[in-house]
């Protein structure tokens, strides 16, 4: 039962990502590509987080930010790269096998690190879980169905909702 708030919580999170996907390719569309899409994105987001630290009067404690190694900085990095990806590919693959697609690169992602204990300390990569993954890469291909041909939108969808 501790874990419900949380877990529901993870749920309603990985809904959105499909969502954003799908507004920021249509953005994209709108206002000059992709990565146009995803500077507007990480501005807004930039924006309200900003505006949420002043609110909160939440101090910044990055003082000793150079003391840290350069690694440690690349958070920004990999966001903006994961979410301009993301929206150059929603329209080519479609929401539902682009996130599988990305889930299942996070999961193997993740077991790795777990199991080198990259950054953390190491969880081993037991057959039970080992198994989950093959099992995710058999949904995977039957959600992205890649040796189907796509199914072509009618030529007015696009106009719809924008």
Known sequence: ???????LMALAIGMML??????????????????VATFVSFLIGTVLLGAYLLLTRTPL?????????AW???????????????????PRLGA???VCLAILG???????????????????????????AILMI????????PWRTAVKA???ASSKGG
């Open 154 to 156: 009618p030529a007015d």
């Open 1 to 7: 039962m501790q874990l419900l708030l949380p877990a």
């Open 18 to 35: 499909p969502l954003q996907g799908l507004v920021n390719a249509r953005l994209g569309t709108q206002i000059g590509g992709p990565i």
């Open 138 to 145: 058999v949904g995977v291909l039957m959600v992205a169905a």
């Open 61 to 69: 404690a990055i003082g000793g930010g150079t003391k840290l190694p």
């Open 106 to 132: 996070q999961v193997t992602a993740s077991l790795l690190f777990d199991h080198f204990g990259v950054l953390q300390a190491p969880r081993r990569a037991d057959p039970v879980r080992i198994a989950g």
């Open 96 to 98: 539902a096998a682009l």
């Open 72 to 90: 440690i900085w690349t958070g920004g990095l990999l966001g903006a790269l994961y979410v301009a990806c993301f929206t150059l590919l929603m």
